[in-house]
């Protein structure tokens, strides 16, 4: 059963950074695509990035893209954000997701792709 666990978050200020990892322990992590994916206080969970398998073709919605990187390392069975420039409405619970085989780029947010969703990590972003 696919079951990832996400770390890495915690409080910080607006403009710093911080990294979240996504571990998939027993997984064959290569054969995945992974999604990040947060939801904000009284806001439905949204698709971030996603980082698909192989290709490792990256995708990034508009509200995170130029400020967000996802990567990988598949021998460490572990996916990676690095977020960088943060802003109080980034505050939110962070998830990782895992979804078998390439991703179409129209497909990345679809959450029911998705399976392996762990408890999400806490970013808050306040001063």
């Known amino acids: 059963q696919v079951q990832l666990v996400e770390s890495g978050g915690g409080l910080i200020q607006p403009g710093g950074s911080l990294r979240l990892s996504c571990e998939a322990p027993?997984?064959?992590?290569?054969?995945?695509?992974i999604g990040w994916f947060r939801q904000a206080p009284g806001k439905e969970r949204e698709g971030i990035s996603c980082?698909?398998?192989?290709?490792?073709?990256?995708y990034y919605a508009e509200s995170v893209k130029d400020r967000f990187t996802v990567s990988r390392d598949n021998a460490k069975n572990t996916a990676y954000l690095e977020m960088n420039g943060l802003k109080p409405e980034d505050t939110a619970l962070y998830y990782c997701?895992?979804?078998?085989?390439?991703?179409?780029?129209?497909?990345?947010?679809?959450?029911?792709?998705?399976?392996?969703w762990g408890q999400g990590t806490q970013v808050t972003v306040s001063s």
């Open positions: 997701a895992a979804y078998r085989g390439l991703m179409h780029r129209n497909a990345w947010r679809d959450q029911r792709l998705y399976r392996g």
């Open positions: 027993g997984l064959i992590f290569g054969y995945y695509t």
């Open positions: 980082i698909s398998t192989k290709d490792g073709v990256r």
